[in-house]
């Protein structure tokens, strides 16, 4: 019988980090430990790390919804699922009813219930990026002051990231183009890619505009240039001179048929996931079959997650086959991150086999040979 229990842990930010939706000095995640009664070794461990402002349920509140999520698992005396693929894991959702209300609890439970279907050992998928091919990422340049996002720009340039990501409309809109053109006229030989992250805070009455002015910039994309839910959207994605990528437009979005629905409806060039945020595992695959079957690009994108999330986003990325860059390369922002065989290089995330895991962060009752996973 499967049994489950849930672990808190705050992590703090290496650098004091500013989001569209204020600065951030922690956050906490909650881990999900998951195991069968006749083995208690050996467990799975799946993160649930909901985003204030935008998931559903966050903080104390989530905590309380967690707690119930999981009695009501257990309640249910469970049988490890057999198989270890995506449709095993659906049918083992359906065939057992358990809800999907929630992303974080559901990418949580997802990664639990596949890593010990796995042997637990962070084993999420056995594909190519576990044999070492990496996932390619772009450099997240932080929301700041002029000065510190340059610095960002030259500290990601010179560590080997091709693909950049900036926020835009946190700052005075001139000094915004001024990092633009700074990024434009000092690395024009070396072929960067710069993609653009608005959080929804360009005017609806002015957010064409705008795009028009960043056109000269030569820009891959932007994200979410005014707020989700707003009739405008389509007329942007529509006469954007830059491409249109949806991300907090696609949060509760939740049936095929509402994804199908969105996507005719909007056409935008891309679509970005986060498992924590899109549905989890499940999900996300959906939101891929169906953006690829109307032939609408997308990419992965972590949420903040510690390395646990993160080594479960980017073997699930790997299940796929996309030349895109990826928003995975967050594994570094946190003091008090797991130690793991991830690393970012050179503007490529890398799973070092012959590198372990240290749980004890999680885990320091425990601590001792068996937190230490090859």
């Given at each position: 019988m499967l049994c489950a229990s849930v672990h808190p842990l705050v992590f703090v930010f290496s650098f004091a980090a500013r989001t569209s939706r204020g600065p951030m000095k922690e956050k906490t995640s909650w881990f999900i430990r998951l195991w069968d009664d006749s083995n208690p070794e050996v467990y799975g461990l799946g993160e649930c790390g909901p985003l204030p402002g935008l998931s559903k349920k966050h903080g104390i509140e989530f905590e309380t919804v967690l707690a119930e999520e999981i009695n009501v698992f257990q309640?249910?005396?469970?049988?490890m699922p057999s198989g270890d693929s995506l449709s095993a894991l659906n049918d083992f959702f359906q065939s057992n009813k358990i809800g999907r209300e929630y992303s974080s609890i559901a990418f949580g439970l997802e990664t639990a219930l596949l890593d010990l279907m796995q042997g637990g050992k962070?084993?999420?998928?056995?594909?190519k990026f576990i044999e070492q091919t990496p996932v390619p990422i772009n450099g997240l340049v932080w929301m700041g002051g002029l000065d510190f996002m340059l610095q960002q720009v030259e500290i990601k340039i010179r560590?080997?990231?091709?693909?950049?990501?900036?926020?835009?409309?946190?700052?005075?809109?001139e000094k915004e183009c001024d990092v633009l053109q700074y990024i434009r006229r000092k690395y024009f030989r070396e072929n960067i890619e710069i993609r653009l992250d608005a959080n929804g805070a360009f005017k609806k009455?002015?957010?064409?505009?705008?795009?028009n002015s960043l056109k000269r910039f030569n820009i891959h994309s932007i994200e979410q240039p005014i707020k989700p839910g707003l009739p405008e959207m389509e007329e942007i994605c529509a006469k954007s001179p830059i491409p249109i990528a949806l991300d907090e437009e696609l949060i509760g979005v939740n049936t095929p048929e509402q994804k199908e629905g969105l996507l005719k409806w909007l056409r935008p060039r891309f679509i970005i996931l986060?498992?924590?945020l899109h549905g989890g595992l499940l999900g996300c695959d959906e939101w891929i079959k169906l953006a690829e079957k109307q032939n609408i690009g997308w990419w992965m994108t972590s949420a903040l997650e510690s390395n646990i999330g993160l080594n479960a986003i980017a073997q699930f990325t790997s299940q796929y086959s996309s030349t895109l860059h990826h928003g995975l390369g967050t594994g570094q922002i946190y003091e008090n991150n797991f130690p793991s065989p991830l690393l970012a290089d050179k503007g490529l995330l890398q799973y070092q086999s012959k590198e372990k895991w240290d749980l004890t962060n999680l885990f320091p009752q425990e601590a001792g040979e068996k937190l230490y996973l090859e």
């Open positions: 309640s249910k005396k469970l049988l962070r084993i999420i998928f056995k594909n560590d080997g990231y091709r693909c950049v990501k900036l926020k835009v409309g946190g700052l005075d809109f009455e002015d957010a064409l505009d705008k795009i986060k498992p924590t």
